[in-house]
Every structure is written in structure tokens, then in C-alpha cells.
């Protein structure tokens, strides 16, 4: 079995899977917050290096401000409660988006679990914060021009992305049986293989995980090449 060496997770249906059980959509956010806990250590333990969650996108503040509210004060309260876990287990976490717009106590909560998990090295976890593809590339434009370069080559442009170092994506997961990529990593996602799985996040399982990884062994990455 092919490992693919990046991941990423568009971690979709919470608020569905809770509304059909006839629960508060602040329920499918719990149920889901655990799962993307878990998912953390299956890839690690499947091999993946890099693993990128969708946690909250540019897009996103478009909800009702108290769902946000509490998706908000449940990350921060995670990643308090989990810093120690994830620091034993190898866990290196990064924060990815345009974190200067989250409320403070987020935002040095997110610096704080960056810092202490710095030099683990069994899995490197991207958790795409106030995220938006467009926004990525857009912040990277206004940086270059700030920094007045003049000839900008990929090499150098990806200098200037939220995570600099962060290989191309490989496999891209989206659950609840939707099919788009929903402005996530567009720049990292140019020859990433597509699988969609039909359930709700919360619903998502290992099993589910290997299964992914089983079908993006069998195809075959070309990247714009002609078949052998």
C-alpha cells in the first residue's frame, strides 16, 4: 500500500449529522472535535507525514455569531487540554490562515501549541484556522510586493505562503458526499488525487481512512505526463 505523504481532510457535516438526530448543531461540532482528535494519530500511525485539517474557513464567519462563538471556545479549550498529549505523542501543529483576526485568547492558545510542539517529528498537523485558499495566495501576493521582488519563480513564491515548508498535497478527503474543494489549499492541491467519502464527519472512521488510502494507492499520478 502507497502511503501518500500529505493529506488533507475537508472535515464536512457536522451540522448535518446533528440536525438528522434531531440534536443542536453545537453537537455534531463536539462529535466531530473528536474525531478530528483521533484521525490525528490513525494517520500517524498509518505512515502519513502531513496531515491537514479544514477547521474554520474565511467563509465561515458567515454563521450565526454564537456558533461561532462556541466553536471558537471549544478549540481554544482543546488545545489547552491536549498541548501535554500531543507534545508526548510526536505531534508537530501549525496554524495555518490568517490567525490575527481570531479572538486573542484563540490566537495565543494556537501560538502556544505551535511553540511547544515545534521539534516533534512523527506527524506534522496543519489546522487550517480562518483559512481560504484565495486568501492564501492573495496574502502571498501582498507580501512579495512589499518585499518590492521582481523576477518570482514558484520556488520563491511558496516562500511566502502560511507554511512555507509544506509539501503539495497528495490525497484530499472531503466527507459528506459533496464534491468540491470549497477554496481549501488551492495552491497545494494542483495534483492532488480527489476521494469522496458519503458520511458526515462525525461518522468518519479509521476504517474509513485506510480505505481512502487503499484507492489512492491503485491510481495512477501522471501529473500531466503521458501513460508509460
Same mark, same amino acid.
Given at each position: 500500500?502507497?502511503?501518500?505523504?500529505?493529506?488533507?481532510?475537508?472535515?464536512?457535516g457536522?451540522?448535518?449529522?446533528?440536525?438528522?438526530?434531531g +440534536?443542536?448543531?453545537?453537537?455534531?461540532h463536539?462529535?466531530?472535535?473528536r474525531?478530528?482528535?483521533?484521525?490525528?494519530?490513525?494517520?500517524?500511525?498509518?505512515?502519513?507525514?502531513?496531515l491537514t +485539517?479544514?477547521?474554520?474557513?474565511?467563509?465561515?464567519?458567515?454563521?450565526?455569531?454564537?456558533?461561532?462563538?462556541?466553536?471558537?471556545?471549544?478549540?481554544k479549550?482543546?488545545?489547552?487540554?491536549?498541548?501535554?498529549?500531543?507534545?508526548?505523542?510526536?505531534?508537530?501543529?501549525?496554524?495555518?490562515?490568517?490567525?490575527?483576526?481570531?479572538p486573542?485568547?484563540?490566537y495565543?492558545a494556537c501560538?502556544?501549541?505551535?511553540? =511547544?510542539?515545534?521539534?516533534?517529528?512523527?506527524?506534522?498537523?496543519?489546522? =487550517? +484556522?480562518?483559512?481560504?485558499?484565495?486568501?492564501?495566495?492573495?496574502?502571498?501576493?501582498?507580501?512579495?510586493?512589499?518585499?518590492? +521582488?521582481?523576477?518570482?519563480?514558484?520556488? $520563491?513564491?511558496?516562500?511566502?505562503?502560511?507554511?512555507?515548508?509544506?509539501?503539495?498535497?497528495?490525497? $484530499?478527503?472531503?466527507?459528506s458526499?459533496?464534491?468540491?474543494?470549497?477554496?481549501f489549499?488551492?495552491?497545494?492541491s494542483?495534483?492532488?488525487?480527489l476521494?469522496?467519502?458519503?458520511?458526515?464527519w462525525?461518522?468518519?472512521?479509521?476504517?474509513?481512512?485506510?480505505?481512502?488510502?487503499?484507492?489512492?494507492?491503485?491510481?495512477e499520478?501522471?501529473f500531466?505526463k503521458?501513460?508509460?
Amino acid at each position: 500500500m502507497t502511503v501518500p505523504r500529505h493529506v488533507g481532510i475537508i472535515m464536512d457535516g457536522n451540522g448535518r449529522w446533528a440536525r438528522h438526530r434531531g +440534536l443542536p448543531r453545537v453537537e455534531g461540532h463536539r462529535r466531530g472535535a473528536r474525531v478530528a482528535e483521533d484521525v490525528i494519530y490513525w494517520a500517524r500511525d498509518l505512515g502519513i507525514e502531513y496531515l491537514t +485539517l479544514f477547521t474554520f474557513s474565511t467563509e465561515n464567519w458567515a454563521r450565526p455569531r454564537r456558533e461561532i462563538e462556541f466553536l471558537f471556545e471549544m478549540l481554544k479549550r482543546r488545545i489547552t487540554e491536549k498541548k501535554e498529549e500531543l507534545v508526548s505523542e510526536g505531534v508537530k501543529v501549525v496554524f495555518a490562515g490568517r490567525l490575527e483576526d481570531l479572538p486573542e485568547d484563540l490566537y495565543n492558545a494556537c501560538i502556544d501549541l505551535m511553540e =511547544a510542539t515545534k521539534e516533534n517529528r512523527r506527524i506534522t498537523v496543519i489546522s =487550517a +484556522l480562518n483559512y481560504g485558499g484565495r486568501s492564501e495566495i492573495l496574502d502571498a501576493v501582498r507580501r512579495i510586493i512589499k518585499e518590492k +521582488l521582481e523576477h518570482v519563480d514558484e520556488e $520563491i513564491f511558496r516562500r511566502f505562503l502560511y507554511v512555507p515548508d509544506l509539501p503539495d498535497l497528495d490525497l $484530499i478527503i472531503r466527507t459528506s458526499g459533496e464534491y468540491r474543494l470549497s477554496n481549501f489549499m488551492l495552491w497545494h492541491s494542483a495534483y492532488a488525487e480527489l476521494l469522496i467519502i458519503d458520511k458526515y464527519w462525525p461518522e468518519f472512521t479509521k476504517e474509513d481512512l485506510i480505505f481512502a488510502i487503499e484507492e489512492y494507492s491503485r491510481r495512477e499520478r501522471r501529473f500531466g505526463k503521458v501513460q508509460a
